[in-house]
């Protein structure tokens, strides 16, 4: 492992559990970090850290400016990704269809600071027996355009800039029996449980249980890894 590899981890190590980071060397290649953190989506989390150094063993002004800018913008995209998923859990659950907000932007609520993990889109889970229905609500709400598309296990829209997918199913595993079982697990988790619940922009969205997203988080980890790669926020997330 190259010496920027260690000191983003030992750096990814301090964001995450508060503890400090390694001293850094004095020959340590800044911009290769900062690019490497980029690569793997954790910028926020080398920003945390950088803030717990010594004033001594912090970078330079340019690369404070840029992670600085890079936290506003983190910020403003968790804002608006916030408001997007508070609007349509509101209009799902008028409807009659409360849905359970998993994956990225749910997995952030268990970072130190919710604020440093990047997110992307929006994953719902509805379920196989209202899914049909949470389509055609979206449908009619935000409607439709040239870049929907549905898969085995959702369907993925855009709300106004930001993309939102609704789940009939959370995941699969290889082998009949096995992803039997894995479904039904699923069902018992995100329908039939108690879940576990916040408070975004005023509207009250659930959220998996603690169990549900151990294994559910490795599993689609592993997906990834056999699918293409698997990058260091996935395992942070697990």
């Known amino acids: ?19 400090p980071a390694e001293a850094v060397p004095a020959d ?6 900062c690019r490497l953190a980029k690569q793997q989506t954790l910028v926020g989390l080398l920003a945390d850290a950088v803030n717990m150094l010594p004033q001594e063993q912090k970078p330079d002004q340019q690369i404070l ?11 403003q995209a968790h804002m608006l990704i916030s408001r997007k998923l508070s609007e349509t859990v509101g209009i799902l659950r008028s409807e009659g269809v409360d849905p359970v907000l998993f994956k990225g932007h ?10 440093s993990r990047q997110c992307g889109d929006i994953d719902l889970y509805v379920g196989k027996s209202v ?3 949470a389509v055609e609500i979206c ?16 369907y993925h829209f855009d709300n106004h800039g930001i993309t939102v997918e609704l789940h009939r199913i959370a995941e699969t595993i290889p082998g009949p029996v096995r ?10 988790n995100l329908e039939q449980s108690e879940l576990r619940q916040v408070d975004v922009d005023g509207v009250n969205v659930k959220l998996p249980p603690y169990g549900f997203d151990a294994i559910y988080v490795m599993n689609h980890a592993w997906h990834h890894f056999v699918a293409g790669g698997i990058g260091l926020r996935q395992i942070c997330d697990w």
Request: aromatic fraction near 12%; avoid cysteine.
């Open 179 to 188: 992803n039997s079982r894995y479904q039904s697990w699923t069902v018992r």
């Open 131 to 133: 899914y049909e229905k």
């Open 139 to 154: 449908r009619r709400r935000f409607g439709e355009s040239e870049h929907d598309s549905e898969s085995l296990k959702h």
């Open 65 to 75: 400016s840029n992670l600085r800018a890079y936290v506003m913008k983190n910020l």
């Open 1 to 19: 492992m190259t010496s920027s590899r260690k000191i983003l981890i030992s750096f990814v190590r301090s964001a995450l559990w508060g503890v």
């Open 28 to 33: 340590v290649d800044w911009g290769k970090v």
């Open 106 to 115: 749910g997995l952030a609520l268990n970072y130190p600071d919710p604020m």
